[in-house]
């Protein structure tokens, strides 16, 4: 089955800093890649999310990076804010084989003032 | 829409009885939707995967007859834990697969349940 790997398992940044989380698959057949945020307590958010057919994707502070040679993908976080601070979760699942995701070991992140 | 909620947010229990968790989408039917479970400051671990009008399929090391999982709409899937145990105390959360907004192999999660078995 799939195994994905997740590094930094915590990061600290200061404030406007840029932070970078890095996750591997295993499964070459892995064509979908989310990436989610979970605040204690609470449901893990969908932030961003990439597919095999492309390399990169942007939305405002946030990129992903997909290596589809090198089975690893990658969160880009530009201009960090104290409110960006979470645990941050990657995962890879095969759209139409079951979707089922499988999650990295989560990175916490702090953005210190 | 993909806003997905949970039922309850928070129970406790004696041990040795049976707790259900109903989840749903709101505003977007579901024929897919799957059971996590988050142990503290741990990974979201895939314990099954509900279908709509069929039977679950568990992830390895899964008890399907202690977690009993139906999903009888497309909209509802619930998890009975059954005879619970203080080993059983975790937080559950569900997901469900689509939406309206997003992509069909986009999951969106519930707020979770939070179980502690006395």
């Known amino acids: 089955g799939e195994n994905v790997e997740q590094h930094p398992s915590t990061l600290s940044v200061q404030e406007g800093d840029s932070a970078v989380i890095k996750c591997t698959y295993s499964?070459?057949?892995?064509?979908?890649f989310p990436w989610y945020k979970q605040e204690l307590g609470k449901r893990p958010q969908l932030i961003i999310d990439?597919?095999?057919?492309?390399g990169e994707k942007k939305d405002q502070r946030i990129a992903v990076t997909l290596n589809k040679t090198a089975k690893h993908f990658s969160l880009h976080i530009t201009e960090t804010q104290p409110e960006d601070s979470a645990v941050y979760f990657c995962a890879a699942s095969i759209t139409g084989g079951g979707n089922k995701l499988t999650f990295g070991t989560g990175t916490q992140l702090k953005v210190e003032l | 829409g993909a806003v997905v909620s949970q039922h309850p947010s928070r129970v406790i229990c004696k041990s040795g009885t049976s707790v259900k968790i109903e989840c749903r989408s709101l505003d977007f039917q579901a024929t897919t939707m799957f059971w996590y479970r988050q142990f503290p400051k741990k990974s979201l671990m895939l314990m099954a995967t509900s279908n709509e009008g069929s039977k679950a399929t568990y992830e390895q090391g899964v008890e399907k007859d202690k977690f009993l999982i139906n999903h009888a709409s497309l909209t509802l899937s619930t998890l009975t834990v059954t005879s619970a145990h203080p080993e059983d105390s975790s937080f559950y959360i569900c997901?469900?697969?689509?939406?309206?907004?997003?992509?069909?192999?986009?999951?969106?999660f519930g707020p979770g349940t939070r179980l502690t078995v006395l």
């Open positions: 499964d070459s057949a892995s064509n979908y």
């Open positions: 997901s469900a697969l689509g939406g309206t907004s997003g992509a069909p192999d986009t999951q969106y």
């Open positions: 990439i597919r095999s057919n492309v």
